[in-house]
């Protein structure tokens, strides 16, 4: 019964593998003119379930009976939006969770670092000037 099972479950999980891939969830890009392209970022989530059960007295196994079910949700939840170099993120929830916070910061995060860089390398070529 055991060989039945796997290879009932086996199926199911190989049928849901070929449904999602990495492009379920970040898309592939979008070019909407020269200078932006879009990307769209979705959350997927997968149910599985699956059971079976032989019927009559062993060793018998041809009376085996079973089943597996899965589903699939995509939700779109955001946009990468390039213009110009430049990214940002847009939520398509009210609510955006603390990874659309993470996105949203990065943009800002990196000017500040560029920032910085410049700063230092002013400095540098002040100090070296004197």
Do not use: W
């Not at 909407?32 to 009559?56: L, R």
């Not at 916070?101 to 540098?124: G, H, M, N, V, Y």
């Amino acid at each position: 019964m055991a060989e039945h099972v796997e290879q009932v479950l086996n199926n199911a999980i190989d049928g849901l593998k070929k449904m999602i891939d990495v492009d379920s969830v970040v898309g592939n890009p979008i070019n909407i003119s020269d200078s932006t392209t879009v990307i769209p970022v979705s959350k997927v989530s997968m149910g599985f379930v699956s059971g079976g059960s032989s019927f009559g007295k062993a060793p018998v196994s041809d009376n085996f009976g079973g089943g597996a079910g899965g589903g699939i949700k995509i939700s779109p939840v955001a946009f990468l939006v390039i213009t110009d170099g430049n990214v940002r993120l847009v939520n398509v929830t009210d609510t955006p969770d603390q990874t659309d916070k993470i996105f949203t910061k990065i943009p800002e995060l990196i000017d500040q670092i560029s920032a910085l860089i410049s700063k230092k390398k002013e400095e540098k070529n002040d100090s070296a000037q004197l």
